[in-house]
């Protein structure tokens, strides 16, 4: 897995490359801890690259809508393949996160 | 309708480096069978999340064990059979997270079991002999539960098989409470 950064003025982008599970997932985790710890509180993930997610990916995601939410910012997801989507869906967790179809509307409000 | 069309086998050791390699075994089988992408989707994340759940709490500290993964191919259902030596874990016996709660406290585990009851029709467990096996069942979606063109006796055999999986489930639960072994 890879993990690039792209920091915006109000907000970062994590473009993640490959498979998040159980190997990758503290990468990830560290990655956006580091973000929040340099008050980087509005993050967005772009899923484009993303070719599969357990559930060590979905807890770490958890965490960072727990990071942001307390430090008021926001977590965005955007452009979920459809057995992502699917994870998400069928745990419900896609009524926890916002999730959306590409980056420009991930992007409106922040 | 039922009968075995093939069997394809994997032995794994019981490490978390191997999960790749039991995705891609997934994959292999999903493309020479021509599973479905939601059925290939729903297999790949619930074997990987039993393996790892095998690794994690059925052998713990056991670096020697291994996991033997038995995929049968039938005409309308995928069946999984996972095989282990490590200590009896059944997914069964775990309840669903509340997932507002969940999201609030990140409380650890019970996820993975969750997905791996949202993606399978059905969810086996039976040990003897000191081996363990987690059966996991996934309907094929080439005949539809909910299609008009499903012949009616088609449609009731499914609907029936949907009920024994929970009358079964229940009696489980059930006679586990009692105290009764299964």
């Known amino acids: ?110 | 309708m039922n009968q075995s069309v093939t069997q394809e086998q994997l032995i794994i050791p019981a490490n978390f480096q191997y999960l790749p390699a039991v995705r891609n075994f997934i994959a292999r089988i999903a493309a020479k069978y021509r599973f479905t992408k939601s059925e290939l989707n729903a297999l790949t994340i619930s074997v990987d999340e039993a393996i790892t759940n095998i690794i994690k709490h059925g052998y713990g500290n056991i670096l020697s064990g291994s996991i033997t993964m038995n995929v049968n191919v039938k005409n309308d259902r995928l069946v999984v059979e996972l095989i282990d030596q490590g200590k009896s874990f059944d997914p069964n016996q775990v309840g669903d997270p509340n997932i507002p709660h969940y999201v609030q406290v990140r409380k650890k585990g019970g996820l993975g079991i969750f997905i791996i009851r949202k993606f399978m029709d059905d969810i086996q467990y039976f040990t003897a002999d000191h081996e363990n096996t987690l059966r996991l069942i996934k309907l094929r979606n080439n005949v539809s539960l909910y299609s008009p063109i499903v012949p009616i006796n088609s449609l009731f055999k499914r609907l029936k098989e949907k009920f024994q999986f929970l009358t079964r489930k229940a009696t489980s639960i059930s006679l586990k409470e009692t105290g009764t072994f299964l």
């Open chain 1, 1 to 110: 897995m890879e993990i690039a950064v792209d920091k915006r003025q109000n907000c970062a982008i994590l473009k993640i490359k490959g498979d998040v599970d159980l190997y990758s997932s503290p990468q990830a985790r560290s990655q956006i801890i580091a973000l929040v710890n340099n008050k980087q509180f509005n993050l967005l993930v772009d899923f484009t690259d993303v070719t599969y997610m357990d559930s060590s990916g979905v807890a770490t995601l958890v965490e960072a809508l727990q990071l942001t939410n307390k430090n008021k910012g926001k977590l965005r997801l955007y452009k979920l393949r459809q057995a992502i989507r699917d994870v998400f869906e069928l745990s419900r967790l896609d009524k926890v996160f916002d999730i959306y179809e590409d980056e420009q509307s991930a992007l409106h409000g922040i």
